[in-house]
């Protein structure tokens, strides 16, 4: 397996923006479906986004229209641009490689993780 680290979490107020970056390597990525899925304490892991090596992606209903997920295979990373960020969008975010081409929305589908990067939207 191979390493995803993520980058580009932080503290901002609602409305603001972040992109977080995921960089992949000792893998080949290009042609797997990618996700970002985000957690808080005492939750589950939730879906965000995920994208297929096609660029085509998929969105949470409630990231939907604020967040766009984007690859650049060439520099095997994906990104994650969250705008409109509001206090219920904090949470620890990971990116995490699906192993295969099919996209997916369920973190069981996903075998390769990141440690994940903390995002805190402030009211």
């Known amino acids: 397996q191979g390493q995803l680290v993520e980058s580009g979490g932080g503290l901002v107020q609602a409305g603001a923006s972040l992109r977080l970056s995921c960089a992949a390597s000792?893998?080949?990525?290009?042609?797997?479906?990618m996700g970002w899925f985000r957690q808080t304490p005492g939750k589950e892991r939730e879906f965000v986004a995920a994208i297929m090596w096609t660029h085509y992606s998929t969105y949470a209903d409630s990231v939907k229209g604020r967040f766009t997920i984007s690859r650049d295979n060439a520099k095997n990373t994906v990104y994650l641009q969250m705008n409109t960020l509001k206090p219920e969008d904090t949470a620890v975010y990971y990116c995490a490689d699906r192993g295969q081409t099919s996209i997916g929305r369920r973190p069981s589908e996903y075998d390769n993780w990141g440690q994940g990067t903390q995002v805190t939207v402030s009211s």
């Open positions: 000792g893998r080949t990525f290009s042609s797997n479906a």
